[in-house]
């Protein structure tokens, strides 16, 4: 029974946290004896380290080699085991052991776990340092869901309880004493090593054994100690917990008192996982690239065809330049006698000009999962910019005469489009009905702005062509679309070029200048994304090239290293 209500009561308390992208808000610091805060981020993950809610999250740093014995081996056989065993997506789970040709790779237990804690680690670690708005989120399950119901069932199952206990004559404390206990172990938690003034007051307050011993002669102060914790709280938790602290001094029903104070409790533990992630930013960021590439080389050494992708990567950027070269030596007076020189750093580049036009559904080279959202969206938006470009230029060449005198033109079409492009990658996006919306309200802009200077407005004609030239942007092959196409990856290409820290852009190239703000902005981006990676993966980029660009030269170096082994 005793048991029963022990696991009645975590599963009361329970919640999830989830990994989200918001700013982190300001978090008071922990009070030391002198109420001052140390910055020093290792301390402060040593005081969070107890923190039962955010340990996961701060787990893959402090984990060290599996210590749980040896297993039965695991055949790896289908995605779905995979899958279950990684939590962090269908992407990453696939990692470690793909499908191949060959037979399924055998490994035990333990090589299993040290693989997702490297691959763990390795993103958690990318992220934190990169995205500055990267935090954790207190989520709950949704009230109607079946999880939220049954959540809501427990929790008023115990409280209920909890509640007929102390309504007892003579009251039964066995249950608010161990609350008080967790209380006791959270608040603590939050301290930093040197707060022992504060740590030695609240061991002395919430002392169990004391409290226990007063109970038993019916002379617990329950309201007094509840009281006590939530004044604590108000000493260690963020500016943004003040009004739950106020709303907490306000509630008179002892059951409801404590339930809420282990809501805001939750919080509170949220806020110093989120602190301790803004604490841990400069220093990650600082020793990032080490870091990763030490990480994934041990990924390699536990699996070695976890670079399969990349090299798949790597060699059709290889082919699509052999094949741009031979396109160019079979143009009349071209010398196609001499063989073909390829550059290394051109065709790193060309494949990372393919992650432009990715097809996303399909699983992007090892080396670039770390940063597949942020390429995406990149994506995403480029091909905003695009459609956005290609009506400026069709809107330009058809009636740029009557738009001639309409300096503000550009921005307004990026105000109606953008809205309307929104979501323009999702499967069941109508491109189509989105550009004859924006066609009808380029007319409308143009039509009123002619009305307003007292000239003739456009013609039935001259609409119904303009707004099909738009509305045919859609179609795989049309020139305009090509066009600006080619000058984005012509723009992007020579962004990539320049050296990594040379601050000025290339030159925008014709078409363009309608979007020149917003497409620098996005190129500043994908070029640090880009370097970034030539800096971690730059090592193993080198080795692929050497094996596809030079195999005889790798072959030679193989056999010399086999040889003096």
């Known amino acids: ?53 955010s340990e996961y999250s701060r787990q893959s740093f402090n984990s060290d080699s599996s210590s749980k014995p040896s297993s039965p081996a695991l055949h790896l056989l289908c995605v779905e085991h995979q899958q279950q065993l990684y939590p962090w997506g269908s992407s990453c789970a696939l990692l470690p052991f793909r499908k191949s040709a ?59 309880h909890l509640e007929s206990e102390l309504n007892e004559d003579p009251p039964e404390y066995k249950h608010a004493i161990k609350l008080f206990e967790e209380i006791k ?75 809420q104070i282990f809501r805001v409790l939750d919080l509170m533990k949220v806020d110093m996982a989120n602190y301790t992630i803004k604490s841990l930013r400069p220093y990650l960021w600082h020793n990032l690239v080490d870091y990763e590439r030490t990480k994934f080389q041990e990924i390699l050494e ?3 065809s976890a670079l399969n992708l990349t090299t798949e990567w790597i060699k059709e950027s290889i082919e699509d330049e052999l094949s741009s070269i031979s396109d160019e030596s079979s143009s ?63 809107t330009n060449n058809m009636v740029g005469a009557a738009i001639v005198d309409m300096p503000d033109f550009p921005d307004q079409l990026k105000r109606i489009s953008l809205p309307l492009l929104e979501g323009m990658n999702k499967k069941n996006f109508d491109l189509k009905e989105a550009l004859n919306a924006i066609g009808i309200q380029i007319c409308s802009i143009v039509n009123k702005s002619l009305s307003e200077r007292g000239l003739p407005t456009l013609t039935e004609e001259m609409q119904s062509n303009l707004m099909g030239q738009i509305a045919h942007i859609v179609e795989k092959n049309n020139p305009v679309s090509s066009l600006i196409d080619k000058r984005i990856q012509l723009f992007m290409r020579s962004l990539l070029a320049l050296p990594s820290f040379q601050k000025c852009m290339p030159a925008m190239p014709g078409g ?54």
């Open 1 to 53: 029974m005793c048991a029963a209500r022990r696991a009645l009561r975590e599963a009361a308390r329970g919640s999830g946290l989830v990994y989200c992208v918001n700013k982190v808000k300001g978090i008071r610091m922990p009070l030391s004896d002198d109420h001052n805060s140390d910055s020093d981020s290792s301390r402060l993950s040593e005081s969070t380290a107890s923190s039962s809610d």
């Open 102 to 160: 060959s037979p399924p790779k055998v490994i035990t237990f333990d090589e299993l776990m040290a693989a997702t804690r490297n691959l763990s680690n390795w993103t958690l670690a990318h992220e934190i340092a990169v995205n500055a708005n990267f935090c954790i989120k207190h989520e709950d399950y949704p009230q109607n869901s079946f999880a939220g119901t049954v959540k809501q069932i427990v929790h008023k199952a115990f409280w209920d």
């Open 332 to 394: 009349p007076g071209a010398d196609g006698s001499s063989k073909p020189i390829i550059s290394p750093t051109l065709v790193l580049n060309n494949g990372y000009l393919k992650l432009l036009q990715w097809d996303y559904c399909k699983t992007i080279p090892e080396t670039l999962i770390t940063d597949e959202v942020r390429l995406q969206e990149l994506r995403e938006k480029l091909n905003q910019l695009k459609v956005i470009a290609c009506v400026s230029l069709i």
């Open 185 to 259: 172990e959270i608040l603590l938690s939050f301290l930093t090593p040197g707060a022992n003034r504060i740590h030695n007051q609240i061991c002395e307050v919430l002392d169990t054994d004391l409290i226990r011993q007063q109970a038993e002669h019916n002379a617990v102060d329950i309201p007094g100690l509840a009281n006590y914790v939530i004044n604590t709280m108000g000493k260690l938790c963020a500016p943004i917990r003040d009004n739950d602290i106020k709303q907490l001094k306000a509630t008179d029903n002892i059951v409801e008192l404590l339930r």
């Open 512 to 565: 363009l200048s309608v979007i020149q703000t917003e497409i620098e902005f996005l190129g500043s981006q994908y070029a640090s994304i880009v370097n970034f990676n030539k800096k971690v993966y730059g090592p193993f980029y080198a080795n692929i090239l050497r094996k596809l660009l030079f195999p005889e030269a790798a072959m030679e170096k193989t056999e010399a290293e086999t040889s003096s082994n």
């Open 302 to 304: 536990e699996t070695p």
